[in-house]
C-alpha cells in the first residue's frame, strides 16, 4: 500500500513538476556497477525524495526507493537525510544522525572489501537566494531555513516548473572511514563531510545569503571606512555631517544593485527565446571545471566585450548551467528608464566613468565592491572597459581590477579566482555602428529606443553565439609569484602598497591574454581570414576549399591552446555555412563557382577576421618571411621572430613567455613543412615552394593576416627616422601615423578602418618605450638611438619592395605635417 501511494504522489507532482537535472548518468556520477549506490539530501522532504525517484527512472538510474542491498529486499531504502525538520507548521532544521547512515557504516566496517557509494542530491526550487524581507515572502521562499510544510507545499506550487536537481559525483564511504577512529566519531566526521559538501554546492547555485538592498546600502553608509570619508567631505566641502552623509546615500543607492531572482527567472523565458529567435542557440565550453571552482572561490568573471547582450548572455549561461548570476559592473550610461531597473534587478550595479574628484563616491564604491567580494558574490565587469570597435581584444583598464586587489588586501581567507571568458558571435548586432565611429562618426548615445531596433532586427539570422571559460587565474597564487613577501607590506590603513600598480598591470596583461587563449574559431573567421587575405576578396571555390582545409589541418596540428574551441565543420560546409549567414555572394560561370565579398561585407568581416587574428600571428609571421625571402635558416627565423614578438605579443594579447615562443615558432615551422608549404634542407635552412605552385599561393594567402600590422610598425618606425631624435612629441606622432595610414589605405583600397585606429598606433609607441628603444626627453620629445634601426630592419624582412617603397615614398611628406 505504501509503495502504491508513493508513485501515485509521485505522478501527481511530476505532472507538474519542470526539472533541469545537473548529472544524470552512471558515468557523469563515477557509478560503479558492482557497487551499492544511496543517496543523500540535506533536509527531510517528501517532495524531494519523489522527484530523484522520478529522475532516477528516466535516466536509469538505482533507485531511492529500492533497497540497498539486493541481498536483503526488506533492509533499508538506498537514500537518508542529514537533517529532520522540528515543528508542524513553521519548522526549523535540526542534525541528525540517519540510522540508515549507521548501518550503512557498520556494513562497510564489518568487511575492509565492502564499499557504499554515496551521492549527494541537492534540489532548489525556483533558485531563490535567502533574503531579508517580509515574514509573508519568507513564507514562499523555500530555500531560507526557517518555514517548513506549508511553504514547501507554496514553494512547489510556485516554483515548481522552474525546478534545478544537482546529481553530484558518487562519494566512497569506504574512503570516509578510518580504522584508528571510533564508530561515533567516523559517523560525525562523515555528517561534517557532507554537510560542508551541501554548503558549497548551495552558495555555488544560488550564492551567499545577499540583504535586502535597503539594510546593505544602511550597512554601507555606516561602516568605519564610509563614515571617515563622510567626515572627510563634510570638513572639505563646508557642510553638515547629516549632508554628507545624505551625499554617501545618494551614491550607495546609485551604485547598488537590487538582486532579484524573480528578474532572473522572467529574463530566462525572454532570453531563451530571443536567443532561439536571433541566434541558432548559445554554444558553451569548458565550463565543467567552473562548477567546481565556484563551492571553494569568490568568482570574479572577466569577459572580453563585444556587445551590449554580453551582460545578459553571460549571466543566462551561467543561470542555465545551474551557477549563480554575478552582480555586474556596468556603466552609469545604461541606466535608462525601464532598461537601468531590468538591469539592476539582475545584477547591475552602475558605475561612474571616473571617480576623479570625488573622494566620497570613490570610498563608497571601494566599499560596496569589497561587501560583495567578502560576502563571496560572484562578479562580473569587462577588463576592456568598452566595447571593442575592431573584433580585437583591447588594452585592459585596470581600475576595476585594481578595486578588486584592494578588497582582497583586505580580507584574504576566502580565496578569490578570475575566471576569463570569451565572447563570440559569428553574426554582431552593433558591426555597422562600430566601422562607423571607426570612419569618425561620434558615438551615439543609448537609449531606450534601441531596445526596439534590436526587435527589428530579429527577422534576421545572426548564427551562433559562443561562451568559453578560459583558464582561472588564482589571485592567492598569482600573488604569491609576483609578489613572494606580498603579506609583509599590509601595513598602510589604505591597503596601497608599492606593488600594487605593477602587480594590477600584470595580473590585467595575463588576464586579456587567457580571454584570447579561448577564443573561438568559427566558420565565419576563417571564411572572412581567408577572402580578406586576397587582393579583391574572392576566390574561386576549389581555391577556397584548399585554404580552408589546409587551415584546418593547420591549426589541428598546432592547437593555439588547450581552451581554445574549433568549428568542426570542413571547408565545403564553412562555405555553405557563411553563405547561408549572407555574408559571401557566390558568382557561377562556365569555369565553376566564385565567392567574394561585397565591399560593405568585406568591412564588417574585418571585425570577425579580428577575432581570430592572434592565433594566426605567428604562422602568418612565418609566412611573410618566406613569400618576400627564398631562403632563410633556422637561426636567422628564430632571431627576426624574437625581435618582432614583443610588439606582436603586447598588440594581440598573445600569452606565451619569450622562452615558449620560440617552442612554438620551432613548433610551427615544423607543421608548415609537414603541410608542404615551406621546404627544409639537411642543414636547418628552410625554403618557400616554387612561386608558381599552389602551396606557394596558400602561403602568400596565410601571410597578409599579418602585414597590416607589421605595415603599421614599420610606419610608425619609419616617421620616427624621418622626423629625428628628439624632434616630435607622441602625441603628435600618433596623428602622423594615423594619417599615413589612412592615405595609404586610399592608394592601395585597403578596405579595414582598424588599420588606422589611433589606439594601435599609441600601443606600438608604448611598447617601444617598454623596451627601451625609445624614451621621453626633458623636452617632452621622442628620443632613440641605434636600436631603433635594428627593430626596422626586421619589418623591412618581412614587408613586400612595393609596400616598403610606397611607405617610404609617404613618409617624409606626412612627417612634415604638423601637429
Sequence with gaps: MNRVIFHTLRKILTSWVRTIVQNN??????????????????????????????????????????????????????????????????QRERPETSTTLEHLLQYVEADPERDIQIVPVSIFWGRTPD????ALKLLFDWNFNLGGRFRKFFATLLHGRNTLVHLNPAMSLRAMTNKEQTHAHTLRKIGRILRVHFRQQRTSVIGPDLSHRRMLVHGLIHSPQIKKAIE??????????????????????????????????FLDIVLTWFWNKLYNGVKINNI??????????????????????DYLLLSYVLYYEGLTPPHIAAGINLNMPFVGTILRKSGAFFMRRTFRGNPLYSSVFHEYMYTLASRGFPMEYFIEGGRSRTGRTLSPKTGMLSISLRSYLRDHRKPVSFVPVYIGYEKLLEVGTYLGELRGKSKKKESPLDIFKTVAALKNHFGKAWINFGEPIHLGEFLNNEVPHWKSTLNGPDLKPDWLKGATNSLAQKIAGRINSAATINPVNLVA??????????????????????????????????????????????????????LV??????????????????????????????????????????????????????????????????????????????????????????????????????????????????????????????????????????????????????????????????????????????SLFRGFIEQLRKNNVITIAQTNKLTFGDEIAQVAEQAFKVLSTEIRHSIHQTTYSTAAITP
Excluded at 131 to 134: D, H, I
Excluded at 536 to 545: F, K, P, Y
Excluded at 548 to 564: E, F, G, H, N, V
Design 288 to 309: 565543467e571545471p567552473l562548477k567546481d571552482l565556484s563551492k571553494t572561490n569568490t568568482i570574479v568573471y572577466v569577459p572580453c566585450h563585444r556587445s551590449h547582450i
Design 585 to 758: 555572394t557566390r558568382q557561377t560561370d562556365s569555369l565553376g563557382d566564385i565567392f567574394r565579398l561585397e565591399d560593405s561585407t568585406a568591412v564588417q568581416m574585418t571585425y570577425y577576421r579580428n577575432n581570430i587574428l592572434h592565433i594566426f600571428a605567428i604562422p602568418s609571421l612565418i609566412s611573410c618571411l618566406f613569400v618576400n625571402n627564398s631562403a632563410i635558416s633556422r637561426k636567422e627565423v628564430m632571431r627576426i621572430c624574437s625581435i618582432l614578438y614583443p610588439y606582436l605579443k603586447a598588440e594581440l594579447f598573445i600569452e606565451w613567455s619569450p622562452r615558449e615562443f620560440l617552442k612554438v615558432v620551432s613548433q610551427w615551422l615544423q607543421a608548415m613543412v609537414d603541410e608542404g608549404l615551406i621546404e627544409k634542407d639537411q642543414e636547418a635552412t628552410y625554403y618557400r615552394p616554387d612561386t608558381a605552385s599552389t602551396h606557394f599561393i596558400m602561403l602568400t594567402v596565410l601571410s597578409r593576416a599579418i602585414v597590416q600590422t607589421l605595415e603599421r610598425f614599420y610606419m610608425t618606425i619609419s616617421l620616427l627616422i624621418s622626423n629625428g631624435s628628439d624632434a616630435i612629441e607622441q602625441q603628435a606622432l600618433e596623428n602622423q601615423a594615423k594619417d599615413l595610414a589612412q592615405r595609404l589605405s586610399i592608394i592601395h583600397g585597403l578596405n579595414a578602418p582598424e588599420f588606422f585606429d589611433k
Design 529 to 582: 581570414m581567408a577572402l580578406l587575405s586576397t587582393p579583391r576578396h574572392a576566390l574561386g571555390e576549389q581555391e577556397l576549399l584548399l585554404q580552408l582545409d589546409t587551415y584546418a589541418k593547420l591549426l589541428a596540428r598546432m592547437p593555439y591552446s588547450q581552451k581554445t574551441v574549433m568549428t568542426e565543420l570542413d571547408g565545403r560546409s564553412m562555405i555553405n555555412y557563411v553563405e547561408d549567414l549572407k
Design 25 to 90: 548518468s552512471v558515468e557523469s556520477l563515477g557509478i560503479d556497477p558492482d557497487k551499492p549506490v544511496c543517496y543523500v539530501f540535506r533536509n527531510r522532504s517528501l517532495s524531494d525524495l519523489l522527484v530523484l525517484e522520478n529522475e532516477c527512472i528516466n535516466a536509469g538510474l538505482p533507485r531511492p526507493s529500492q533497497s540497498i542491498t539486493t541481498s536483503d529486499p526488506n533492509g533499508d531504502y538506498a537514500f537518508f537525510y542529514l537533517s529532520q525538520q522540528e515543528g508542524l507548521i513553521f
Design 131 to 134: 533574503k531579508e524581507q517580509s
Design 232 to 265: 572627510a567631505e563634510a570638513a572639505a566641502r563646508a557642510i553638515s555631517l547629516e549632508e554628507a552623509e545624505h551625499k554617501a546615500s545618494k551614491y550607495a543607492n546609485e551604485i547598488a544593485s537590487d538582486f532579484s531572482f524573480s528578474a532572473i527567472r
